[in-house]
């Protein structure tokens, strides 16, 4: 353990043995903080960064009271050392149990009265930095006391939802997980991967670092607890639109067939009150290549329709109703969760329907090598906005000769930055999900020679172009683009009693941004969907060529 001396902010190597008492500091970082390497090699340039003099007064602080050793995470962890920096997160939650005195600066807060707004309270990582200390110090942004953990402990209880006893240490009883999760729900981390990883002290859990993993290291997590516990309330979790600051979050983590195991924190942002059943009842459940294998009371009353209740070794603290979750059977005992939006109390009438089963709850993941394990399953869900250049070289070699768009459809012009290189008065074609343009062209120096150049957004918000050169001079492009580049879903196979235009389309897996075809005259039109980025959104320009 790396530790600072106090007065002359020199960093020494300590062993457990060894390690002398501590102050440690919990703060937010900010953008100018002091690295392990720059507060070992010369001072003269960070002297003059903010998280050099929040360092200079933190050491300060802890000299006034008579210690001569302070642990800053900015600047006491060798980040550039993967293996270093797995051992300070896995030790963390001790480092700061251990400690003898917690300052805890929050830059943001004048006042007691402004506590509340702090964004300390809203880190990932200072949850285990306000739990894990006996004793704990807050200061203002002039790094003047405002009071501690324990004189503050209303105050601080009310903004994060920890009761005080936790606060305090005055209770020796437990806590359900899905309770210790649920004061996570509303913290953020910088990384992805770290929500999970700043619960690991608190949980008690040690797991390898593997930055890049996303939203598999609050799963691992999870896993990693249920090595050591037979507490079902981890399966308790909900999950709305409203867990997440942004909805596109919710849609790609909602698939409407779930596993055992939630995807964050914030799906147990309802579970404060859900404590858990007499302990010595709950059987063992394990993980296993097939899903979790786990013993449930089942009811399957509702079974007609695929579904069935499996209800908790947990109960919902306000009225004593243990807690069941709605599942669909998908194989031989083998489960998935289904609306995941509730948690259902054991009300039945009709105990006899209730049968204790031994199921598999399996987890979305594919087990197989697929293409769906590969792609973004949920894109960004947005409109599309094509952008048709205008040029001199395209007006005198071809002409516009019809136009047809569904189903919604809207053209306008759009005035852009100059910096972006287009013309402020190119053409704006917008669509939603599911929807086409075709613009039939004719060249002018062969009139009989027309083309279509067709254009859309999929039902799965992809873009797709495509090129058809038998339209005849008097079709309706209306009913062309409605019937064949519309219906249909892009991911329906080929029929052998499809017509040639229609296998073609999009609908039948022809979701191309490039493509060719050759004219009556000899030469070749080509098409190509470029992205560009246009007042910070993505637009697709559609370029239009003859060779």
């Not at 806590?175 to 509303?186: C, F, G, P, R």
């Not at 249920?226 to 909900?238: E, H, N, P, V, Y």
């Not at 979305?364 to 769906?372: A, I, T």
């Not at 048709?388 to 136009?403: F, M, R, T």
């Amino acid at each position: 353990m790396w530790l600072l001396d106090s007065r002359t902010l020199e960093l020494k190597l300590f062993y457990d043995h060894e390690i002398p008492p501590y102050a440690i500091l919990s703060h937010v970082w900010g953008e100018s903080e002091v690295s392990f390497q720059q507060i070992n090699g010369p001072r003269d340039q960070i002297r003059f960064f903010d998280g050099f003099a929040k360092i200079h007064r933190c050491c300060k602080q802890a000299w006034i009271d008579g210690f001569k050793h302070v642990w800053i995470d900015t600047c006491c962890i060798d980040k550039t050392n993967s293996a270093e920096l797995s051992e300070a997160i896995n030790s963390m939650f001790k480092w700061y149990r251990n400690s003898a005195e917690c300052y805890i600066y929050l830059e943001d807060v004048s006042e007691v009265e402004d506590l509340a707004a702090s964004r300390w309270f809203t880190r990932g990582w200072t949850l285990q930095e306000l739990i894990a200390p006996e004793s704990a110090i807050f200061f203002n942004k002039g790094w003047n006391d405002i009071g501690t953990k324990s004189s503050l402990a209303f105050e601080v209880s009310t903004i994060t939802k920890i009761p005080k006893e936790v606060l305090l240490r005055q209770r020796g009883g437990h806590y359900s997980i899905a309770q210790v999760m649920s004061w996570a729900a509303k913290r953020e981390t910088t990384r992805i991967e770290d929500i999970g990883y700043c619960l690991l002290g608190i949980f008690g859990v040690h797991m390898p670092m593997i930055y890049g993993e996303g939203e598999k290291a609050f799963l691992r997590l999870q896993h990693e607890i249920i090595k050591g516990s037979t507490d079902q309330s981890l399966f308790a979790w909900t999950r709305t639109d409203n867990d997440y600051d942004n909805p596109q979050d919710w849609d790609r983590n909602y698939s409407g067939q779930e596993g055992a195991f939630a995807r964050s924190p914030a799906e147990f942002a309802r579970c404060g009150s859900v404590v858990q059943s007499d302990s010595a009842h709950n059987p063992e459940f394990t993980l296993t290549n097939k899903g979790l294998r786990i013993e449930v009371d089942l009811d399957r009353s509702s079974n007609s329709a695929g579904f069935s209740t499996a209800y908790l070794n947990c109960l919902a603290s306000s009225n004593g109703f243990r807690l069941g979750i709605l599942l669909r059977e998908v194989g031989v005992d083998q489960f998935s969760r289904t609306d995941v939006s509730r948690t259902f109390l054991m009300r039945t009438e009709n105990p006899e329907e209730i049968k204790r089963t031994t199921i598999y709850i399996v987890e979305p993941s594919p087990s197989s090598m697929s293409v769906s394990a590969w792609t973004n399953c949920f894109p960004e869900k947005r409109n599309f906005a094509f952008i048709l250049p205008k040029s001199d070289w395209i007006q005198n070699h071809i002409e516009e000769a019809g136009e047809a768009h569904s189903p919604s459809w809207s053209l306008g012009r759009e005035d852009y930055q100059r910096d972006t290189g287009m013309e402020l008065n190119d053409r704006v074609i917008k669509h939603g999900p599911n929807s086409s343009s075709c613009i039939k062209f004719r060249l002018w120096h062969h009139p009989e020679a027309c083309f279509v150049v067709a254009f859309g957004v999929t039902s799965k918000y992809r873009a797709w172009s495509d090129i058809f050169l038998q339209a005849e001079p008097d079709e309706n492009l209306l009913q062309m683009v409605q019937s064949h580049y519309v219906q249909g879903d892009e991911d329906e196979h080929e029929h052998d009693d499809l017509s040639p235009r229609t296998s073609r389309s999009w609908a039948r897996g022809n979701m191309r941004d490039r493509i060719t075809a050759p004219l009556q005259d000899g030469s070749t039109v080509n098409v190509a969907l470029k992205k560009v980025l246009v007042s910070e959104e993505i637009h697709y320009k559609v370029n239009i060529s003859i060779t």
